[in-house]
């Protein structure tokens, strides 16, 4: 079964930086394409970055310049680098695996079919 394991959340002052990493198995990572979603508290999920397979990336605009997303085929492995970090960056932090190929990047939450637990990231003011 498809397994997705995040770390690397925590709590951290304004203007200070995380690296969120999501562990994959149980499907050919290279194939899928990845991404990371949030969710604050009262509020609805909402994308955050995502990579396709070949590498092609997309961010949300409210983290653009801040965040990058990148992956380790050899390690099976996605990381989320986020640097200059706000208060309402705080939420929980999820990473999803693509329903199946996907050559082409998207950051629709109905295009990704496997979620992780999620990691907790709170940024202090």
């Known amino acids: 079964q498809v397994q997705l394991v995040e770390s690397g959340g925590g709590l951290v002052q304004a203007g200070g930086s995380l690296r969120l990493s999501c562990a994959v198995s149980g499907l050919t990572f290279s194939l899928y394409g990845m991404g990371w979603f949030r969710q604050a508290p009262g509020k609805e999920r909402e994308f955050v970055a995502a990579?396709?397979?070949?590498?092609?990336?997309d961010y949300a605009d409210s983290v653009k310049g801040r965040f990058t997303i990148s992956r380790d085929n050899a390690k099976n492995t996605v990381y989320l680098q986020m640097n200059s970090l706000k208060p309402e960056d705080t939420a929980i932090y999820y990473c999803?695996?693509?329903?199946?190929?996907?050559?082409?990047?998207?950051?629709?939450?109905?295009?990704?079919?496997?979620w992780g637990q999620g990691t907790q990231v709170t940024v202090s003011s």
């Open positions: 990579i396709s397979m070949s590498g092609s990336t």
């Open positions: 999803a695996a693509s329903r199946g190929l996907q050559v082409r990047v998207t950051n629709r939450a109905a295009d990704f079919g496997s």
